[in-house]
Nanobody, 123 residues
Framework: VELVESGGGLVQPGGSLRLSCVASGRSFSINRMGWYRQAPGKERELVAS???????NYADSVKGRFTISGDGALTTVYLQMNSLKPEDTAVYYCNAAALVQPTIESAWSLEVWGQGTLVTVSP
């Protein structure tokens, strides 16, 4: 299973960006998809997540500004970021909790990370 993010870039404070994460591979399903971010000198933190049933969770710092959404299978997930602040500057990573099942008799869980996309919020 591979995750590819896109949509990062430079934006002014108060602006918006939409990040995309596309999952590809064979014989897999996604149980949960999340967006994390890591700012320079800081630990990676969860920004938002969405489960296969559609329920979403957000970090307090982004509630009301960011929205996570995806297709029904969560193979494509978006993070709409509005009212961006300089403190949102970070590398944003997509993370998936997947189930790989190539045969009826064989299945295993897998956690996958994307390569990251840089978001810079600056005047």
């Amino acid at each position: 299973v591979e995750l590819v993010e896109s949509g990062g870039g430079l934006v002014q404070p108060g602006g918006s960006l939409r990040l995309s994460c596309v999952a590809s591979g064979r014989s897999f399903s996604i149980n949960r998809m999340g967006w994390y971010r890591q700012a320079p000198g800081k630990e990676r933190e969860l920004v938002a997540s969405i489960a296969s049933g559609g329920s979403a969770n957000y970090a307090d710092s982004v509630k009301g500004r960011f929205t996570i959404s995806g297709d029904g299978a969560l193979t494509t997930v978006y993070l709409q970021m509005n009212s961006l602040k300089p403190e949102d500057t970070a590398v944003y990573y997509c993370n998936a909790a997947a189930l790989v099942q190539p045969t009826i008799e064989s299945a295993w869980s897998l956690e996958v990370w994307g390569q990251g996309t840089l978001v810079t919020v600056s005047p």
